[in-house]
């Protein structure tokens, strides 16, 4: 007969098959099960397959799994308590033919137990993976946004990238952003969200999908604060209705918000409109992340046309003793904005005029095409501000890149430029090299992956930004 404790250790199993969340769809997961099998896994099989199989109990429907992914820990005791109380009973009434049982029916509970374990494993890796993508990034990532307060490198690079030296020549092109990072819609909470961020300074609730009810007590919260710094709603599920009154909370406050991140929403043109009323009514911000929102053509004029009157106002009043506070942007992340050629006109007309400005992004907006990138190259030769671009995952071409080239070849400020999958060839690879041959500020070019830009090519890119990079370092005396 079986011990007690290894009665104790067959019970444990499918406790813990009842504490895991149906991820096992996770394809991401599903290969590395076999290879993370433990010793103490294998040593333990043989004792277990001497304890009778217990009768099959009743299949868990898919609303308990969700009870039990929401509060893993009481709902775990309560399944290890039944299947204890079952386990026990069957005991009792197999003991008396656990001796007699053929290994044919051991093996038969040994194939029953072996995939009840690799599906364990699996979907712990599952929800090793589904926690990772939760994680901001950026799009627009919150962290290295914010970081730009504390940052006095003109030459930094805020978004990151992939240096062409870096990227295997036959490396498979990226995804669409949205896509590789797996974006879902938010997750519903129940309940009051205030515990999650009260007493911080900032409030920051991603990828939970707001309730009126939830929207309304984080506005109320909001508008009682005078200390919060950033405000990130990220993949809230907010439309233009539950964006009106978060809106009158950002606009009350006394708080000095200096990021507002509403990536991944649904907020519309009207929504950008009032948002370009905020910028007025708010000096003290310095980064909107609209990354996600189809604000369209209409939405960006109204940004840019704020931004230029508050750029207007700030020159009439510079020299004054004590001149107004004005809100001076720094980052504008208008990625995947359903964006076309009239919206890159309002954009090139903003970085025409504007003073403030360090890093736009432009991802996805795929809509845009030839006479849009040479407008915009236009406005970059005009701008002096700018040390970050972001165009990746648009279909620039390599016309739309000789006409970038032609405008930033007189730029004096643009340190980095992100082009990943942008359809060039190495006839637009060509272009850059020239660039890099004239403007020696550019201190990084991302071309890859998703280019079909020659290793050769890529190759003379590296070498030009490298003499860049060294010319740029100061000189030892």
Same mark, same amino acid.
């Given at each position: 007969?079986p011990?007690?404790?290894?009665?104790e250790?067959?019970?444990?199993?499918?406790?813990?098959?009842?504490?895991?969340?149906?991820?096992?769809?996770?394809?991401?997961?599903?290969?590395?099960?076999?290879?993370?099998?433990?010793?103490?896994?294998?040593?333990?099989?043989?004792a277990?397959?001497?304890?009778?199989?217990?009768?099959?109990g009743?299949?868990?429907s898919?609303p308990?799994?969700e009870k039990?992914v929401?509060?893993?820990?009481?709902d775990t005791?309560?399944k290890?308590d039944?299947?204890?109380g079952?386990?026990?009973?069957?005991?009792?009434?197999?003991?008396?033919s656990?001796?007699?049982?053929?290994e044919?029916?051991?093996?038969?509970?040994?194939?029953?137990?072996?995939?009840?374990?690799k599906?364990?494993?699996?979907?712990?890796?599952?929800?090793?993976?589904k926690?990772?993508k939760d994680l901001?990034i950026s799009?627009?990532d919150?962290?290295k946004?914010?970081?730009?307060f504390?940052?006095?490198?003109?030459?930094?690079?805020?978004?990151?990238g992939?240096d062409?030296?870096e990227?295997?020549?036959?490396e498979?092109?990226?995804t669409?952003y949205?896509?590789r990072?797996?974006?879902?819609?938010?997750i519903?909470?129940?309940g009051s969200v205030?515990?999650?961020?009260?007493?911080?300074s900032?409030i920051?609730?991603?990828?939970? %999908?707001?309730?009126?009810?939830q929207?309304?007590?984080?506005?109320?919260?909001?508008?009682?604060?005078?200390?919060?710094k950033?405000?990130s709603?990220?993949n809230?599920?907010?439309d233009?209705?539950?964006?009106e009154n978060?809106?009158?909370?950002?606009?009350?406050?006394?708080?000095?918000?200096?990021?507002?991140n509403?990536?991944?929403n649904?907020l519309?043109?009207?929504?950008?409109k009032?948002?370009?009323?905020l910028?007025?009514?708010?000096p003290?911000?310095q980064i909107?992340?609209?990354?996600?929102?189809?604000v369209?053509?209409?939405?960006i004029k109204?940004?840019s046309e704020?931004?230029?009157?508050?750029?207007s106002?700030y020159l009439?009043?510079k020299?004054?003793e004590?001149?107004p506070?004005y809100?001076q942007l720094l980052e504008?992340d208008?990625?995947?904005? %359903?964006?076309g050629?009239?919206?890159v006109e309002?954009?090139?007309?903003?970085l025409?005029s504007?003073?403030?400005?360090?890093?736009?992004?432009?991802?996805?907006n795929?809509?845009?095409?030839?006479?849009?990138w040479k407008?915009?190259g236009?406005?970059?030769?005009?701008?002096?501000t700018?040390?970050?671009?972001?165009?990746?995952?648009?279909?620039?071409?390599?016309d739309?890149?000789?006409?970038?080239?032609?405008?930033?070849?007189?730029n004096q400020?643009?340190?980095?430029?992100?082009?990943?999958?942008?359809?060039i060839?190495?006839?637009g690879?060509?272009?850059l090299?020239e660039?890099?041959?004239?403007?020696?500020?550019i201190?990084?070019?991302?071309v890859s992956p998703g280019?079909?830009?020659?290793?050769?090519?890529?190759g003379?890119i590296?070498?030009?930004?490298g003499?860049?990079?060294?010319a %740029?370092?100061?000189?030892?005396?």
């Amino acid at each position: 007969k079986p011990s007690s404790p290894v009665i104790e250790k067959q019970v444990e199993k499918p406790a813990e098959v009842t504490t895991k969340p149906a991820a096992s769809s996770s394809s991401s997961s599903s290969g590395s099960s076999d290879s993370s099998e433990t010793e103490t896994d294998r040593s333990e099989k043989p004792a277990m397959t001497k304890v009778p199989s217990p009768p099959p109990g009743p299949k868990v429907s898919s609303p308990v799994i969700e009870k039990i992914v929401e509060k893993p820990a009481p709902d775990t005791e309560t399944k290890k308590d039944e299947s204890s109380g079952s386990e026990d009973s069957s005991s009792d009434s197999g003991s008396s033919s656990s001796d007699s049982e053929s290994e044919n029916e051991e093996e038969k509970k040994k194939s029953k137990e072996k995939p009840e374990e690799k599906d364990i494993k699996s979907d712990s890796n599952a929800k090793s993976v589904k926690e990772q993508k939760d994680l901001p990034i950026s799009e627009s990532d919150t962290d290295k946004k914010v970081s730009i307060f504390n940052s006095d490198t003109d030459g930094e690079n805020m978004h990151g990238g992939n240096d062409p030296d870096e990227v295997e020549a036959g490396e498979k092109g990226a995804t669409s952003y949205l896509s590789r990072i797996g974006v879902k819609p938010g997750i519903p909470v129940e309940g009051s969200v205030t515990p999650m961020f009260e007493g911080k300074s900032d409030i920051d609730l991603n990828s939970i %999908a707001l309730s009126n009810e939830q929207v309304t007590e984080i506005s109320d919260y909001l508008a009682k604060k005078d200390d919060i710094k950033t405000f990130s709603l990220r993949n809230a599920c907010l439309d233009s209705d539950k964006f009106e009154n978060i809106l009158k909370a950002l606009k009350t406050t006394k708080s000095e918000i200096q990021m507002i991140n509403m990536n991944l929403n649904k907020l519309n043109a009207t929504s950008a409109k009032e948002i370009g009323e905020l910028l007025v009514e708010k000096p003290s911000l310095q980064i909107l992340l609209l990354h996600g929102n189809p604000v369209g053509d209409t939405g960006i004029k109204y940004i840019s046309e704020s931004l230029k009157d508050i750029h207007s106002a700030y020159l009439s009043h510079k020299d004054e003793e004590n001149p107004p506070k004005y809100c001076q942007l720094l980052e504008l992340d208008l990625g995947d904005t %359903a964006i076309g050629d009239e919206g890159v006109e309002h954009v090139s007309t903003l970085l025409e005029s504007n003073t403030s400005l360090k890093t736009l992004n432009l991802n996805g907006n795929t809509k845009i095409t030839v006479a849009g990138w040479k407008r915009l190259g236009k406005a970059l030769k005009k701008n002096t501000t700018l040390h970050t671009l972001t165009l990746d995952f648009n279909t620039i071409g390599d016309d739309g890149i000789a006409g970038l080239v032609s405008g930033l070849k007189d730029n004096q400020t643009l340190k980095v430029l992100e082009l990943e999958e942008g359809s060039i060839s190495d006839e637009g690879g060509r272009k850059l090299v020239e660039l890099l041959k004239c403007n020696t500020t550019i201190l990084d070019i991302t071309v890859s992956p998703g280019n079909a830009i020659s290793e050769k090519i890529r190759g003379e890119i590296v070498n030009y930004l490298g003499l860049n990079k060294a010319a %740029a370092q100061p000189k030892s005396s």
